[in-house]
Nanobody
Framework: QLQASGGGLVQPGGSLRLSCAAS????????MGWYRQPPGKQRELVAR???????NYADSVKGRFTISRDNAKNTVYLQMNRLEPEDTAVYYC????????????????WGQGTLVTVSS
């Protein structure tokens, strides 16, 4: 189970920090990521970080957003700075989790989504 938090209403130029913690039966976690779905649009990748720390960002957020993870807490973060109205969306976290040592593959687990609204 993933629990996301940190969304809200912020003015343009402001900052927010999203968190997403995994709980339950977890043997290991591979990549963690954040996706977003703007109103009336499809879900898109915002940022992704692998278990060894390799990161990729959507071009639209490079230089403004920072993804990080705390493996001890099974948590992924998204620090969002210089927010723009175009960043308004429901943000979803995803973690690739292997529940048991005998699990052969990693499965995708999604958080419930947290709304970020950037408006004056």
């Amino acid at each position: 189970q993933l629990q996301a938090s940190g969304g809200g209403l912020v003015q343009p130029g402001g900052s927010l920090r999203l968190s997403c913690a995994a709980s339950g039966t977890i043997f290991s976690i591979n990549a963690m990521g954040w996706y977003r779905q703007p109103p009336g649009k499809q879900r898109e990748l915002v940022a992704r970080i692998t278990r060894v720390g390799l990161i990729n960002y959507a071009d639209s957020v490079k230089g403004r957003f920072t993804i990080s993870r705390d493996n001890a807490k099974n948590t992924v973060y998204l620090q969002m700075n210089r927010l723009e109205p175009e960043d308004t969306a429901v943000y979803y976290c995803k973690q690739e989790i292997r529940p048991y040592s005998y699990s052969r593959i990693y499965s995708d687990y999604w958080g419930q989504g947290t709304l970020v609204t950037v408006s004056s």
